[in-house]
């Protein structure tokens, strides 16, 4: 008989998935963060560059179903290597894009291996810990995202980036890295025996048994509402993050002050993935919890509206949304390992049913502030949208009927 992974092992396999995770985050938001002298580079319009920066939440959507259904069949191991490497590839391959074509199709391959990702690592921790310890084993995978977010927005834009000769380079060298945690994720997979809870009584890959699966998380109710939820939570997500940069620098604020205000989103989010699933878990109030994070990311969104005398100011609403996206993210992931017919068994489908519908709300997020600016020659009316977004994730965060409150 295989021997079980020690606690240990558990704990260094989710740090070495956050740390495929951050590397995935950096790659993804580089662009964001590089946004403007990309857009000059390649002539982009706002539209284009919205679509650019909305680009890897697309691949979700036609492709997040499939992905999470094959994680719950191949495991989420194979999930998360074949995840970190195209990342990689895309991001490398990126460094030499020479019009919006090709960043755009290279940029939606960096997106297919995200979603391996997405999926792979909640149905890795389903697999190493048991269901009510699932949140906060995401809260470690989740922090090691946020690093690598906040590591591109703070250092990749005014240090690294600069001291590389621009953003091709860093483009080129990151994609380099990202290969390098594929590598070490394939050895530590090999030497580290398989969970203590993972199924060994999954059924065939067969088209009939995925649609079972597919019939049983959809036939549920509330995880349709996270579905919802989800939605609104990645149009807020991504479409503020990847215009804050730029909504700043119009503004008149410095690329490498921008950089450092968009990176404070990120500690708001490593607070919130922190301590508000842990909260949760310790009140048994997921539901209030829910609904109460998704108010808070509306107040910032709402704050940024304000020209404050002093644009240090701005870092309160930012601080806000992280803190209030934070929240919400472990929580979207761990709720489907709670929900009665869904388990650990189920999870990689149900997070790929909620992020293959969401990242419709992930794609138009970016997309549609883009349009907006275009429209009307500002960033307010998008940022209202925003705001908005926040209100119907309460809402649908409040129906949930099965969790605990």
């Known amino acids: 008989m295989t021997r079980p992974p020690t606690r240990v092992e558990n704990a260094a396999l989710l740090v070495l998935g956050g740390l495929g995770y951050g590397a995935l985050l950096f790659v993804w938001f580089s662009l964001p963060a590089y946004l403007q002298p990309v857009i000059e580079d390649l002539g ?29 069949r191949l495991g ?15 991001q490398l391959s990126r460094s030499f894009a020479p019009e919006f074509p090709s960043m755009l199709a290279l940029t939606l391959l960096l997106g297919v291996g995200a979603t391996g990702l997405t999926f792979g690592l909640p149905k890795l921790a389903s697999e190493l810990y048991p269901a009510d310890r699932v949140g906060r084993a995401a ?7 946020y690093v690598g977010s906040a590591t591109v927005f703070a250092f990749g834009r005014p ?4 001291a590389l000769g621009g953003w091709r380079p860093l483009f080129l060298y ?10 070490l994720w394939a050895a530590a997979v090999w030497y580290v025996p398989a969970g203590r809870h993972e199924t060994d009584e999954d059924d065939a890959l067969t088209l009939a048994s995925l649609a079972d699966d597919v019939r049983a998380v959809l036939g549920h109710r509330d995880l349709r509402l996270l579905v919802l939820l989800g939605t ?5 997500l991504h479409g503020i993050q990847g215009w804050l940069v730029t909504i700043l620098e119009t503004r008149g604020v410095s690329a490498d002050l921008a950089g450092t205000i968009a990176s404070t989103l990120v500690v708001g989010q490593v ?11 310790r009140f048994g109030r997921r539901r209030a919890t829910l609904v109460a994070c998704a108010a808070v990311a509306c107040l910032g969104v709402v704050g940024l509206l304000a020209e404050p005398a002093a644009v240090l100011l701005l870092v309160v609403p930012v601080v806000a949304i992280g803190l209030g996206m934070g929240g919400l993210s472990p929580l979207i992931r761990a709720v489907p390992v709670e929900l009665e017919g869904i388990g650990p068994k ?18 138009l997020g970016p997309v549609v502030i883009g349009a907006l600016r275009d429209a009307t020659g500002t960033f307010t009316p998008g940022i209202a949208a925003a705001a908005v977004g926040t209100l119907v994730a309460a809402a649908g965060g409040a129906a949930m009927s099965s969790l605990d409150d």
């Open 44 to 72: 982009l319009t706002g539209t284009q560059a919205g679509v650019l920066a909305g680009a890897v939440p697309l691949t979700y959507i036609p492709l997040g179903l499939a992905s999470g259904l094959l994680v719950d």
């Open 76 to 90: 989420a191991r194979v999930g998360v290597g074949l995840g970190i490497a195209l990342a990689g590839v895309g």
């Open 139 to 145: 809260s470690v995978y989740l922090v090691g995202s």
């Open 159 to 162: 240090v690294i980036g600069p």
């Open 174 to 183: 990151s994609g380099v890295g990202t290969l390098v945690v594929a590598v």
């Open 232 to 236: 609104m939570y990645l149009f807020v």
């Open 271 to 281: 607070v919130g993935v922190l301590a508000i699933p842990a909260l949760a878990e």
């Open 346 to 363: 189920l999870t990689g489908t149900a997070v790929g049913v909620v992020f293959a519908v969401g990242e419709i709300g992930g794609f």
